[in-house]
């Protein structure tokens, strides 16, 4: 079970750190994904990180505002957002990798975000 | 930036076949994986590579298929319960992107 926390209301221009906590299973044998959907929108992903942390990939929509890390000692996943705009606003979801062919296999409840003034 | 293009909406009766599909030109090389996502509730995976069925119960009604630049998520003998949103998704080589289509809204009349 994947399980989000950290979102919340922040201002535009601001930053938010969302983590993403691990039980029932070893979050360091696996490639995890941040996946966000706007309210009522569509699935967007937005960040990779490999299970040893020396493959990252980033959506151009993030970009240079996002760092995805993970700390597997701790058997935890971070993104660090900053610069946040008002079309960051969405639920941001921690999805573990398949392992066969990159399919999202399970995917965390989420976590809110609200870029707002 | 690659798209993958669904429909927006399906609708079928109860006890009939819908079928909701995915194009793409890059679809033929590389695996396609199928979510359902109901409201209020995070998306799930119901197949993936194309054609496999996860092994967390996923019902033998629910089947992927592909041709070509096509993939087609396929549900027999639908019902109430299976009125959801459903995305497909693949891993782009080109972009190193992983890419999600718009979704599509099965709709059971």
């Known amino acids: 079970q994947l399980v989000e926390s950290g979102g919340g209301l922040v201002q535009p221009g601001g930053s938010l750190k969302l983590s993403c906590a691990a039980s029932?299973?070893?979050?360091?044998?696996?490639?995890i994904d941040w996946v966000r959907q706007a309210p009522g929108k569509g699935l967007e992903w937005i960040s990779y990180?490999?299970?040893?942390?020396?493959?990252?990939y980033y959506a151009d929509s993030v970009k240079g505002r996002f760092t995805i890390s993970r700390d597997n000692a701790k058997n935890a996943l971070y993104l660090q957002m900053n610069s946040l705009r008002a079309d960051d606003s969405a639920v941001y979801y921690c999805?573990?990798?398949?392992?066969?062919?990159?399919?999202?296999?399970?995917w965390g409840q989420g976590t809110l975000v609200t870029v707002s003034s | 930036s690659y798209v993958l293009t669904q429909p927006p909406s399906v609708a079928v009766a109860p006890g009939q076949t819908a079928r909701i599909t995915c194009g793409g030109s890059r679809v033929g090389q590389i695996g396609v994986h199928w979510y359902q996502q109901k409201p209020g509730q995070a998306p799930v995976l119901v197949i993936f590579d194309d054609t496999k069925r996860p092994p967390s119960g996923i019902s033998e009604r629910v089947a992927g298929s592909k041709s070509g630049t096509t993939a087609t998520l396929t549900i027999t003998r639908v019902e109430v319960g299976d009125e959801a949103e459903y995305y497909c998704h693949m891993w782009d080589s080109a972009t190193q992107h992983h890419v999600l289509g718009e979704g599509t809204k099965l709709t059971v009349l």
């Open positions: 990180i490999q299970a040893d942390s020396n493959t990252i």
């Open positions: 999805v573990r990798d398949g392992g066969v062919a990159g399919e999202f296999a399970s």
């Open positions: 029932g299973f070893s979050l360091g044998g696996f490639p």
